[in-house]
């Protein structure tokens, strides 16, 4: 734009071109005029470029921390899964399979007395092993709550600005459609809602990941060998289950949870709205 006006200034009989902003905006002053065009432009040129980035700088923090809050639960369940299994495969020992962190287990007193279910080393082993991933999922609670509070704000201005995005650029396009020649620009407008739909919908995806991964927690701990084992172990068994009965989501605002349905939501709003518009623009023709 500043080229384009500097060479219409240049030639007597050029027809005078209105620079554009970077961000189309009203002010109460003229910014055709030196200095306030170039002042207004380099603020906007600023602020829109900063705003990309911490956008994108968010985007990226939440995917990373997602994806590894989601691999923390898929080893969870796969321990869950296995709590058992070299106890049983090791005759009752639970020396071979064990790794490093059932190292600082603390080892059951041996006495001489007959194996009751107090005293029995391979249910007590059992009971320790599932100690161990139950502190891991209390780990995982703790960071997916803080991973939470932190986002939480951030993540709600952000999708409420793509969301507000969406609805204005669809109704400046339906103003557009009614005047002559609008088509064109209609169709420039609409074309950023594809890439905020991206946008939200990544956040959707990153946060059904998690749902699905927590879901398996049941199963999971369902899947271990719990059948031979004490009462004590069944007691805690019990318990996980019906902890986890409730599966982690990620609620925006205390209202919308990022999950595959609140994206199947604002996908087919988004497709009534378009077609709504393209409807209205076949009857104006």
């Known amino acids: ?96 399979g064990r790794d490093s962190h059932h190292q600082h287990m603390p080892a059951p007193k041996l006495t001489t007395s007959a194996v009751t279910e107090d005293n029995d080393r391979s249910r007590t082993l059992l009971y320790f092993e599932f100690v161990e991933n139950v502190r891991h999922h209390q780990a995982i609670m703790k960071c997916f709550q803080l991973l939470e509070s932190v986002l939480n704000y951030s993540i709600s201005i952000l999708l409420l600005t793509n969301i507000l995005t969406m609805c204005f650029s669809i109704f400046f396009a ?43 927690l049941p199963q999971s701990a369902y899947s271990c060998s719990w059948v031979d084992s004490d009462a004590r172990f069944k007691r805690a068994l019990l318990i996980f289950v019906l902890r986890t009965s409730q599966p982690l989501e990620f609620t925006v605002g205390k209202l919308i949870k990022l999950s595959r349905e609140t994206f199947l939501k604002i996908l087919n709003s988004s497709y009534t709205l378009i077609s709504l518009l393209y409807q209205f623009q076949e009857s104006n023709d």
């Open 1 to 96: 734009p500043l080229l384009q006006h500097k060479a219409a200034d240049e030639f007597s009989g050029a027809e005078k071109v209105e620079r554009q902003m970077p961000i189309p905006s009203w002010f109460p002053f003229d910014v055709q005029r030196s200095p306030a065009y170039e002042v207004v432009y380099a603020v906007q040129a600023v602020c829109g470029t900063a705003a990309v980035q911490l956008s994108m700088l968010l985007d990226a923090s939440f995917y990373q921390l997602a994806l590894l809050l989601t691999a923390e639960l898929r080893v969870l369940n796969d321990n869950l899964a296995l709590v058992g299994a070299a106890t049983s495969a090791t005759g009752g020992t639970g020396v071979a």
């Open 174 to 216: 339906s103003v557009m459609l009614q005047a002559d020649g609008g088509l064109r620009r209609a169709m420039k407008i609409t074309s950023s809602i594809p890439n905020l739909l991206i946008e939200t919908g990544m956040f959707c995806i990153f946060g059904q990941m998690v749902v699905d991964q927590s879901e398996r």
